[in-house]
Structure formats: C-alpha cells, structure tokens
C-alpha cells in the first residue's frame, strides 16, 4: 500500500491509507518533533467528507501532548497560514488533501516560525514517531476557538487595484473557496464574480478540485464564452491553486500567469523574480528583458519559500498554480494571485493579448510516466548527445532549439517529463523521442 507520507506534506486515501488513528498519532508526533508542549498551535480543515474527523483526531494527538490547538474551523490554506500569522501561533497543521481526488485525505503541516516541515526538516521523525505510535503525553493541553475569516478578506481587499471593472467567472469545483469567496467579494468594487460550483462538497460533483487538468475546466470554458467574462478562474481543493481561461475559452498555462505576474512586480521594483524550472523559457527572457534577475528554483514549496527568503524576490511562479509572495508571509495563496492577476489584465484590452506576445515557444506540458528505474531513466537523459546537463531538480537536458526537463515526482511513483521548443513540429518530434528514452 502506497505510503502517506509525502516530500511536502501527508496524503493518502481515507481510510486506507489514513484514518482517525493515524492522525491522532500525526499530531502526537507533531506536538513533540516541534517541541510544542505549552505553546499555541493552529490548526484547519478543507471542506472534505473526512475533514471532521481526521482534524478531531489529529487535534486529541496534539492536546494529549500538552499543546494549546487553536481551532480555525473550515478555511482555505493560504488562509490558515494568514491566521498563523494574525494569531501569532507556533505554526499549524491543515487537515487537507489539496487537489487530490473525493477519496483522499491528508495533512499539511507548518512548524515555529512558519517554516515548512517536510522531507529533511521533521517529516522523517513524524512519521517515525507515528508509524511506532510513540505516544507522550502533558498537562496543559487545551482548545481555543478563532474566526479569521474576515480579516483574512480585509488583508486580502486592498489589493485590488483595477484600472477598468471586470466580470469574472470563478469555478470553485466545490472545494473551499466558494466559503472564501463569501467574505471576500462584497470587499471587490469594480469586479462582478460569477460563481459556479461554489457550494463546498467534498464528493466533488461535478469534476474534481484540480485546474491543473484540463478536463476539469470545459463547464468554466463554456460559461466564460457564453457570459462574455473577461476571463475566468479555477481554484483547487484547498484554495492555494489558481488557474485562469482566458476570454476566448482558452487555457492559460500557470507558467504565463507567472510571467504576467513578473511583469505587474518589475513594473513596481527592478530585483529577483523567481520561477520553478519547468516553466517556459519566455518566463526568464521576460524577467530580463523588463530590468529583473531571474531565480530558477527546484519544484515544491519549501524550496521556494527558501528562495524568496534568500534572494528577497518579491514574487515566484510554480508551473502547478502556486504563487508565493513576499508581502504574504513569503508563502502561497491562490487568492492573492487572482487579485493581483485581475488588476494585470484590467490594465490590457484582453487577457489574450496580453498572452500572445510571451507566448513564444511550444510547452509539452508535465506528462507523467510509470518507470521500474528512475534513475536509470535519468542517466538516459544525461547521455543524451550534445546537450547541456544541468541537476537542479532531476536532469535538465538544453539542445539549442529544444529542452526537457526529467524528474521524479515527490509525491506520486512516477519520473514527470517537460519539453519545450521552438515550434510545435519539433516539440511533439522531441516529446515522441524523449518518452521512448523515458519508457525504453
């Protein structure tokens, strides 16, 4: 049976996988790998079926050991790393499967000074601790209760900033963000939302909580055109993806949402932008070409948010929807994003038009491949004749006109492959080529 315990977080389906014991033994693990006897620590859910009873579980693990659990209630990521923040707790824990599908359940855990736990930085002994079912167990422990909604959608308003009024239309996918919506909307003037699947169901009924494949944007394709939207959103599960469809229908890849959002910071200050390497050559060509310093990081958010920490960039852009702020804690929120995107295209006659001229190379997008060996896989690529190797994050392979990215994915039994070109033609050639070598 697959192991829940991810690079980045926990996840695994419910109760297969992960059940109310387990997550009882997470958050007893938790409370002592963070050292957090006595301390306040926050702790939320997603809208999920399992939701409830994984975060009382997790929440009885943490107050045995003598932690003071601050109860956010049902809240989107981003806006549990706000209320962190705005409570001044020793980090958190959201009881959330991000945009995984109905079936699964998960944890994503935040320690003391907001910092990322995952592999190499106390997941290891999390689970150790929880597989063992080492229980400690302290006096003091209790439950406070916190509403942080509102002042997330007051830190959240300001930032919009349109130069025209738009109409949007928002699919939810029946994950949380329709709850976040139902603060934050009335606070945007000039910005019509039409909502669609709204209405927090942890079954997803209509198509899974994740923009990031397209077979879960025609209903939001059609109501763009058929409203006459300037463009629409989608969000995931959790809140901290967001994806956008321009006002033709068409899918914007996160990648040119990134360089959008470039091109909004640099306009504000000259310095570092950084980006996930799987993006698109024309992310890095632009950052340069508007005065900045492109950063290129490894994929997954601790690396990232180490990034922005070091360098000082304002922004960075993740090829999987996330965006991370330096003016948001240095973190991700999916929310924050379509702000700041709806006032980038309020500036344009369209979001196409504003696509088209860095749209300037052909994107395989990340395709995923089942292997026996991956690192017998990566030395395939390594070999490949003439091209310039770089290891970043799995093997980086630059052929002149062409250049593909290999990985193993961190959170699934797969190696991920990005390819880029100059045309089409050559790109689906190189992505027939590099799949054989992949699968060989």
Request: hydrophobic letters at 40%; glycine letters at 10%; proline letters at 5%.
């Amino acid at each position: 049976m697959p192991d829940p315990f991810k690079a980045y977080d926990i996840r695994g389906v419910y109760p297969d996988q992960l059940d109310e014991d387990l997550a009882y033994h997470i958050g007893n693990a938790i409370a002592q790998v963070l050292k957090l006897e006595g301390k306040r620590f926050a702790v939320g859910r997603d809208m999920r079926v399992s939701g409830p009873a994984l975060k009382q579980a997790l929440i009885r693990g943490l107050i045995d050991a003598g932690v003071i659990v601050v109860d956010c209630g049902m809240l989107s990521t981003p806006a549990l790393t706000f209320a962190m923040h705005h409570l001044d707790t020793a980090g958190g824990a959201q009881v959330t499967a991000s945009h995984n599908p109905s079936e699964y359940g998960g944890v994503k855990i935040t320690a003391p000074g907001f910092k990322p736990v995952s592999s190499g930085t106390g997941m290891e002994e999390i689970e150790a601790l929880s597989r063992a079912k080492t229980v400690v167990k302290a006096a003091g422990g209790g439950m406070e209760e916190a509403l942080t909604l509102d002042a997330y959608a007051n830190f959240l308003a300001p930032w919009l900033k349109l130069s025209r009024p738009l109409t949007v239309v928002v699919d939810g996918g029946n994950g949380i963000i329709g709850t976040m919506f139902q603060h934050l909307a009335a606070k945007l003037p000039g910005l019509t939302i039409i909502p669609q699947y709204f209405d927090p169901d942890g079954r997803f009924p209509f198509h899974d909580a994740n923009p990031l494949k397209n077979e879960n944007l025609p209903d939001l394709q059609k109501r763009v055109v058929a409203t006459g939207a300037d463009f629409g959103a989608a969000f995931d599960g959790d809140g901290d993806r967001c994806a956008l469809v321009d006002e033709l229908g068409q899918i914007v890849t996160c990648d040119m949402t990134t360089a959008l959002l470039a091109k909004y910071y640099l306009a504000k200050e000259k310095g570092p932008i950084a980006y996930d390497l799987r993006s698109s050559q024309a992310v890095p060509e632009l950052i340069t070409e508007l005065g900045g310093t492109p950063i290129e990081t490894r994929v997954g958010h601790s690396f990232i948010k180490a990034t922005l920490k070091e360098t000082g960039a304002a922004f960075a852009g993740e090829l999987s929807g996330h965006y991370y702020f330096r003016d948001f804690y240095g973190a991700d929120s999916g929310l924050l994003a379509f702000i700041l995107l709806a006032n980038v295209i309020s500036e344009g006659s369209s979001l196409s038009s504003l696509i088209a001229p860095i749209k300037r190379y052909h994107h395989s997008g990340e395709l995923n491949f089942k292997v026996a060996d991956t690192e017998a896989v990566l030395a395939r690529i390594r070999a490949i004749p003439g091209a310039e190797i770089s290891e970043l994050d799995g093997v980086t392979a630059r052929c002149g006109e062409w250049w593909c990215n290999v990985r193993a994915s961190n959170t699934e039994p797969v190696c991920r492959l990005n390819l880029e070109a100059k045309d089409a033609k050559l790109m689906e050639a190189k992505v027939a080529e590099i799949s054989a070598l992949i699968s060989k």
